[in-house]
């Protein structure tokens, strides 16, 4: 029994020196926990700078217009027979597409009255040169102080010799109203209004119809002050995109066909004519790009070469947080030679492989120390956010 108790009481000394051996190695390890420093510099992200080269895009609006607008007028007088099907408002005619027609009886008589004269006019010449033949060789019989040119009939000749070219040009213009009585139109056109109808007399210089071209169309687009260095030095020729604002849009490709030569004076911006071939695209299957169309137009402009692409919103009263190599924060001063979209292009100020902080301490300072997260860090980061 004795022996039992002594086991016993052994047994929960050996337990009691465990629990206390352990809870001192426990109170030791917090110790030694509560004494190490901890690391209490801010996490940054960065990225690693390198120059590019940029091509700059420049970008502005504008309304599509035509390249010349007709007002189209008869040039002969009588009554109007007929006109085609798309000789109205909104229709598309072709270039030399008769319009209408005008009564061409009374023309078609002038012609051949012209004809006749013509024909007349060639007679009288014909027999003038045959009687001066013959007066040329009755003259070799005779003395040079009888000879004259009245005697040689040159004054006649002369004066036949004329009115051939008379009845000739009579006649032209003969042909010429004839050819009238068909109203043709002058380019490929797009009908805006006709003030006509079938049976209505129309006189010399009456206006008829309002023709727009569609051959080619305009744009004229403003410059800004901001994009005017950045023009290519020569643009004359060079290719745009141009898009439409609609809902649906169509793109459709033009280029630079002059500038206005001169500033705005209360804008001061540059204007360019950009020029649409085919617009209503008669002649290709491009989509129909129509007068009055609002649109924007982008055009190439100069390349920046070894510039630097920074976010907008790292940059801060042209300033930029990078990180040295003692991975301290440092503020550098930079030169901001061109903004597009949410981007900054930076020309000085940064060297190559320059470490940019891209998520900065609540309250960055000059000589800060920081940690910087590691690649698996910086990726779970990225997709919690």
Do not use: C
């Not at 337990?15 to 206390?20: D, E, K, N, P, Q």
């Not at 698996?376 to 997709?383: E, F, G, N, V």
């Amino acid at each position: 029994m004795k022996s039992t108790v002594l086991k016993t009481i052994a047994f929960l000394g050996i337990l009691a020196l465990a629990v206390g051996v352990s809870m001192g190695i426990q109170a030791t390890a917090e110790d030694e926990a509560e004494k190490a420093p901890k690391d209490v510099r801010p996490t940054v992200s960065v990225e690693t700078l390198v120059p590019v080269n940029h091509d700059i895009e420049i970008n502005s609006f504008g309304e599509v217009k035509p390249l010349e607008t007709t007002v189209l007028a008869a040039q002969v007088s009588g009554e109007v027979l007929s006109w085609n099907p798309q000789f109205v408002a909104g229709g598309v005619v072709k270039r030399g597409e008769v319009l209408m027609s005008i009564e061409a009886d009374a023309y078609e008589a002038a012609v051949l009255q012209a004809e006749a004269q013509v024909s007349l006019a060639q007679a009288t010449l014909t027999e003038e040169l045959a009687r001066q033949k013959v007066a040329q060789r009755e003259a070799r019989n005779l003395a040079d102080s009888q000879v004259s040119d009245l005697y040689l009939r040159k004054p006649q000749v002369l004066s036949a010799q004329a009115q051939l070219k008379s009845a000739e040009a009579s006649l032209r213009i003969a042909e010429r109203n004839l050819a009238k009585t068909q109203v043709r139109a002058p380019y490929d056109a797009l009908v805006m209004s006709r003030e006509i109808g079938s049976g209505q007399y129309v006189s010399a210089g009456m206006r008829v119809a309002s023709l727009s071209n569609i051959e080619s169309a305009e744009i004229i687009v403003p410059i800004a002050g901001f994009d005017r260095p950045f023009l290519l030095d020569n643009m004359q020729g060079n290719e745009t995109v141009i898009t439409t604002k609609d809902q649906a849009s169509i793109q459709r490709s033009g280029f630079i066909a002059r500038d206005l030569g001169v500033l705005d004076e209360a804008t001061r911006m540059l204007h360019l004519v950009i020029q649409v071939n085919d617009p209503y695209s008669l002649d290709s299957d491009a989509p129909s790009l129509k007068f009055g169309s609002y649109v924007q137009v982008n055009l190439k402009g100069k390349q920046l070469r070894n510039v630097y692409k920074v976010p907008q919103s790292l940059v801060n009263n042209r300033k930029i947080w990078l990180l040295d190599d003692e991975d301290r924060l440092q503020s550098h001063s930079v030169e901001v030679i061109r903004e597009e979209g949410s981007y900054f292009y930076i020309s000085s100020g940064i060297q190559a492989d320059s470490r940019l902080v891209k998520e900065l301490p609540e309250y960055p300072q000059n000589g800060m120390q920081v940690k910087v997260k590691t690649p698996d860090q910086a990726l779970i980061s990225y997709y919690r956010n």
